[in-house]
């Protein structure tokens, strides 16, 4: 079967019923996305797939073979972090980190569809990813600076 | 590790600096004699040739940000960049031993010896530059890893440290710095790992791997205390790549990736002896008070809740020439390698347990059952084995934070002053159990009762219920005799560091001008434990009888000397959210020797929506020690709650969680 990941193409030979997360991880050594409930439920495990977000555990990978799938690792140019990640930093919002990945992929997801998105958005948008360390407040807060930070870039970049 | 001598130890790191942080040489005053390791070894600090800083430390990072508490210790005593600074944690091999990470001890412990020996090593630095250059210690300073004479010479640490090459057991006291003049601490440093943790990058337990590895999975019983009369293993042992290994009652299996153990453990056919199991949720709180002779005015039930650590158990286990190694998320590495070394018959130095930094515990990874299975697993296959507990099997297979009855009798003068105060807490634990008002006769007493669940640690353990009890019944205690909640409580405290907290909270709250209504709530509650105080005031807003929202919580909260306000808020806030979930709707529902309810569909947790704005008013006092912040902060919000919902309904709830006895 192959896989775009990361704009990498790979080969991986499995059954096409194996949960996405699972082949990423075991597999293809992305192990950025986490096993946090194995149901949907929590949101650790969230991907891009053709730039939505869905649950990795809940998405057989014989599903998605041909689109484009992006996870935490491939967010980031370089050393220069995805300014939704340098909000997470800058916001301090984490504790054990476990949930980070997830939230941060959900929230350059909710920042693709709406560059503005008010607190209330964000909430809805986020409600199914679970931070058990109760750092809400804090990533409500990383993604309306990320949203900040993106958008004077855009306006930068049109402007130049 | 221990019974390597000294020098050894320090050539083995490269030579440089060593120091030792030794508890029984501080305590006879003995400094440094001999060439055996001391056994009571606390913490170490290396400063390499090449100027590197290492810390060594038993203690583990579950998400209370100690990693980078500890860093600032170390860098403020060596004033140098806290980037220069590594910490090794948490591995049975690499670090000396340690009881565990609980009980907030590390900032009131561990800090202050990370501190001893970073200033023992700064003195001992300058020093030898001072020999070096021939002049007068009080001449030189330290900064950014150098010795300095000022605007002539400069020496980094490493060569330094190559020049001594030397091993010291600290017995220094008296160099460490106090707050006042603190540069790194006391700052809001962000996570040393931070990076590592927003691009994916960190591998916690779950995400180890080593070359070859097998993934395991293990038959669980239909209940608790269930017996395997029989296993079929035909089918699974027939499937490539997959391996059944059975070692009396435990049965799992061991395949090449985890899609196949799982299609592997499902094609076991298994026949059980279920055990009677009689007690279950509905006769919980009856079992619980069974024996009591107690005849209470107020009564206060707790129900059973789980930590939900969103990374579950996970060990990656190798075995090479006799020797195993476990990479698994606990609080208590060397407590998981005791446990490996009795259950694999081996001395406990064939055995090594890594911590990686985890997905978090709050307090409910203190045992090794994970690492152990995983271990059986790797020794039944001959192969590495990796194995992730399942979020049901994390539910029912760990130990929860017990249930309990809290059983109160009290008298209070016409004066509104406490005259009398019977407190009696049946199963769920002592901690916090002494009241902090003045009453001049009092009675508070823990009562051992069997647990029909598996129990253990909680963040804060028992302080959660005995503070919900005790400051639920203060506030009816209040309305009894006509008085303002606050008021009354300033009249029966004499801790002037509770006091300061609650008058904090009510401060930030205006709680002088909330007016409660059919529609809107206002409570306040406060509490003390492992030395930390908060107050806590608490709004809520009323749309139906189970539809409460959480508006604003203020949390005022004081540890002593503040070492990171950014991560401290982020803790408070935390503890704030998290106790909600117990207060409000979080529990185990149990019967049949079963968890009715193991999985995140069905046991709701706190989530986005759930949130209320949250201040946190913190105050400093750099006069005094600072103590732990991951925990205490979690006891105010229930009872702020509950004292809310009455001010709004005159409604008085006595249970945790409160929503579903709202309902009735």
């Not at chain 1, 986490?34 to 929590?42: A, F, I, S």
């Not at chain 2, 008085?483 to 002037?496: Q, V």
Request: one cysteine or more; a positive charge.
């Amino acid at each position: 079967m192959q896989l775009s990941v990361n704009g990498v193409r790979r080969s991986v030979e499995t059954d096409p019923e194996r949960p996405l997360l699972w082949v990423l991880r075991n597999e293809l050594d992305l192990t950025g996305a986490k096993y946090g409930c194995g149901e949907g439920q929590c949101g650790a495990c969230t991907v891009l797939v053709g730039g939505v977000a869905r649950r990795s555990c809940q998405t057989p990978v014989g599903s998605i073979a041909g689109q484009e799938i992006t996870t935490i690792e491939g967010l980031a140019d370089g050393e220069h972090l995805h300014p939704v990640q340098q909000a997470f930093i800058d916001c301090d919002a984490m504790q054990c980190g476990y949930c980070t990945p997830g939230m941060i992929v959900e929230s350059v997801a909710l920042l693709r569809a709406n560059a503005t998105p008010s607190e209330g958005e964000i909430k809805r948008k986020l409600e199914g990813n679970v931070c058990r360390c109760g750092t809400y407040s804090r990533i409500v807060a990383a993604v309306q600076k990320a949203a900040d930070v993106m958008t004077a870039e855009a306006r930068g970049s049109r402007r130049a | 590790m221990l019974e390597l001598n000294r020098r050894s130890f320090l050539q083995s790191l490269g030579g440089g600096l060593l120091i030792f942080w030794d508890a029984s040489a501080q305590e006879s005053g003995r400094r440094g004699g001999g060439e055996r390791l001391p056994e009571n070894v606390g913490a170490w600090l290396h400063i390499a040739r090449d100027g590197s800083i290492t810390g060594f430390t038993g203690k583990v990072e579950v998400g209370q940000n100690i990693r980078t508490s500890l860093t600032q210790a170390v860098a403020d005593e060596l004033r140098c960049d806290p980037q220069t600074v590594r910490l090794v944690m948490g591995d049975t091999s690499l670090t000396p031993w340690d009881a565990g990470t609980f009980g907030s001890r590390t900032t009131p412990t561990m800090a202050p010896v990370m501190r001893k020996m970073a200033a023992t090593a700064r003195e001992a630095l300058i020093e030898e530059a001072g020999k070096v250059w021939n002049v007068d210690r009080a001449s030189l300073t330290v900064a950014n890893g150098s010795v300095l004479k000022a605007g002539s010479k400069k020496m980094g640490f490493g060569e330094l440290a190559a020049k001594l090459d030397w091993v010291s057991v600290v017995g220094r006291d008296g160099l460490t710095t106090p707050a006042t003049a603190w540069k790194t601490a006391g700052t809001s440093l962000p996570k040393v790992n931070a990076r590592d943790l927003v691009s994916g990058r960190h591998k916690y337990a779950s995400d180890q791997k080593l070359p070859g590895i097998l993934f395991g999975r293990v038959l669980r019983p239909p209940s608790f205390g269930a017996k395997l009369v029989s296993a079929d293993t035909t089918r699974a042992s027939k499937m490539t790549g997959v391996t059944v290994i059975r070692d009396g009652d435990f049965l799992g299996v061991a395949a090449t990736d985890e899609h196949l153990a799982g299609k592997a453990l499902a094609n076991i056919d298994a026949k059980w002896e279920e055990q009677p199991n009689s007690v279950g949720t509905s006769e919980l709180f009856s079992y619980l008070v069974k024996d009591a002779s107690d005849t209470p005015d107020a009564t206060y039930t707790v129900s059973y809740i789980a930590h939900v650590p969103l990374e579950p158990r996970a060990g990656l286990a190798e075995w090479k020439d006799g020797k195993l190694t476990v990479w698994t998320g606990t609080q208590r590495p060397f407590g998981v390698r005791s446990e490996a070394a009795s259950a694999f018959g081996l001395p406990e130095q064939h055995v090594r347990v890594i911590m990686p930094d985890t997905g978090s515990a709050y307090g409910g990874k203190h045992s090794g059952e994970c690492a152990i299975e995983a271990a059986k697993l790797a020794k039944g296959a001959g192969k590495r084995v990796k194995l992730i507990w399942t979020r049901e099997e994390e539910f029912t297979w760990a130990y929860f934070r017990p249930a309990g009855v809290i059983r109160i009798s009290s008298s209070v003068g016409e004066d509104g002053i406490l005259r009398s105060w019977e407190f009696h807490n049946y199963l769920s634990g002592p901690s916090g159990l002494k009241t902090p008002y003045e009453v001049p006769a009092k009675n508070e007493q823990f009562h051992r009762v069997e647990s029909p669940l598996r129990e253990g640690s909680y963040r804060g353990l028992a302080s959660t219920a005995n503070n919900f009890a005790r400051e639920s019944h203060m506030d009816e205690l209040a309305a009894k005799a006509s008085m303002d909640p606050l008021a009354f409580r300033l009249k029966n405290l004499k801790n002037e560091r509770l006091i300061a907290v609650l008058q904090a909270a009510a401060d930030r709250f205006e709680w002088k001008k909330c007016k409660a209504s059919e529609t809107r709530g206002f409570g306040l509650a406060c509490g003390t434990e492992k030395g930390g105080y908060v107050g806590c005031c608490a709004e809520i807003s009323l749309h139906g009888r189970q539809d409460i929202r959480i508006e604003r919580v203020v949390t005022a909260w004081e540890c002593g000397a503040i070492v990171n306000p950014e991560h401290l808020k982020n803790q408070v806030e935390g503890a704030v959210v998290m106790g909600l979930g117990g207060a409000l709707f979080e529990a185990i529902d149990f019967g049949q020797g079963r968890i009715r309810n193991p999985l995140l569909s069905k046991y709701r947790v706190p989530r986005f929506s759930d949130v209320p704005k949250i201040d946190v008013v913190l105050l400093d006092r750099k006069d005094l020690p600072s103590v732990g912040a991951g925990e205490t902060p979690i006891i105010g919000i229930a009872p702020a709650i509950a004292n809310a919902i009455y001010s709004a309904t005159r409604t008085r709830v006595r249970s945790l969680p409160m929503l579903p006895s709202l309902s009735v």
